[in-house]
């Protein structure tokens, strides 16, 4: 993991402005500014890991964190008896932007197939 700061550091900091949905002491959850359903949440560990698998490996209780407050958000959005999906980019082909690890939790409609 290199020491550049990304986005998100900054969100979480409030230097850059977001609708935040919740937070606590490990996570972070607010709206993407490009939503792809009508519910488009982001949840972050506040601890920068740069993917999934990095988080995984160096600390498997701050990602069950992330999974945990993403099922919170999708109660707080009123979702999760409709159904939802967590999606976490990793990478190249993958399209993942912003190397601060986040699972996307998407909702609010009947969600496409997707893969391709
Ligand atoms: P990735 O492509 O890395 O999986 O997801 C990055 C996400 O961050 C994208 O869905 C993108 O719309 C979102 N995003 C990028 N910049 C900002 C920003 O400044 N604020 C918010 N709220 N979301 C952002």
Redesign the pocket.
């Known amino acids: 993991m290199s020491d550049a700061e990304t986005?998100?550091e900054?969100?979480i900091a409030g230097e850059?402005p977001?609708?935040v949905v919740y937070e606590d002491e490990t996570t972070f959850a607010?709206?993407?500014?490009?939503?792809?359903a009508r519910v488009?949440v982001?949840v972050v560990p506040r601890k920068r890991y740069r993917n999934v698998a990095e988080l995984a490996a160096a600390d498997p209780g701050l990602l069950a964190d992330v999974l945990s407050t993403s099922a919170k958000v999708a109660k707080l959005e009123g979702i999760s008896e409709s159904g939802y999906r967590v999606?976490?980019?990793t990478d190249g082909d993958?399209?993942?932007?912003?190397?601060h690890v986040?699972a996307?939790v998407l909702g609010g409609e009947q969600l496409g197939f997707f893969g391709r």
Do not use: M, S
């Open positions: 986005l998100f900054r969100v850059i977001a609708d607010f709206r993407d500014i490009r939503p792809q488009h982001l999606v976490f980019n993958a399209g993942q932007t912003v190397f986040h996307h």
